[in-house]
């Protein structure tokens, strides 16, 4: 199993947790980004860097992900494909996507873009806080002891 890290969106205090459990478990991580990403030194952890362009990183992803791999986005059709794969998906607030929970997901994402594109709506979720990064946590070490 492998940990892949949408990266380019990916809060800095969820990578902080990711470094920490990878090095703990020692699972591979990897963190994917159209920009250089700076990585503790370390032998389970790395970083690639794509090209620039629309979806580069998640299609990188997809590309080299495994059954059972672990993807970190909050990019909800990024997960969806992760899930078609046979793959797992947290997004940085601690919510696993599940195949039973993705489609709604997708609608609701959709029906909110649509919302924002006529006006209706503006903005996107608040910051993450304290017991988001909690939440985040707790999930990935549910996670690792489930499926490591």
């Given at each position: ?8 969106a ?20 990897t963190?994917?980004?159209?920009q ?33 791999d ?11 494909e ?23 997901r ?10 924002r ?14 017991r ?17």
């Amino acid at each position: 199993m492998r940990i892949w890290v949408d990266a380019d969106a990916c809060p800095n205090m969820v990578k902080d947790i990711l470094f920490r459990a990878a090095e703990r478990k020692q699972v591979p991580l990897t963190l994917v980004a159209n920009q250089f990403l700076t990585v503790p030194p370390s032998k389970v952890i790395k970083a690639v860097q794509v090209s620039g362009g629309f979806d580069v990183a998640d299609n990188y992803i997809v590309k080299h992900l495994q059954e059972n791999d672990l993807v970190i986005t909050a990019d909800i059709p990024l997960a969806a494909e992760v899930i078609a794969k046979n793959a797992h998906a947290i997004n940085p607030r601690g919510e696993l996507y599940t195949k039973e929970n993705i489609r709604e997901r997708l609608a609701i994402r959709d029906f909110m873009e649509e919302m924002r594109s006529t006006g209706q709506a503006s903005g996107g979720p608040p910051p993450l806080g304290q017991r988001e990064k909690q939440d985040f946590a707790n999930t990935l070490d549910r996670f690792l002891a489930k499926y490591r």
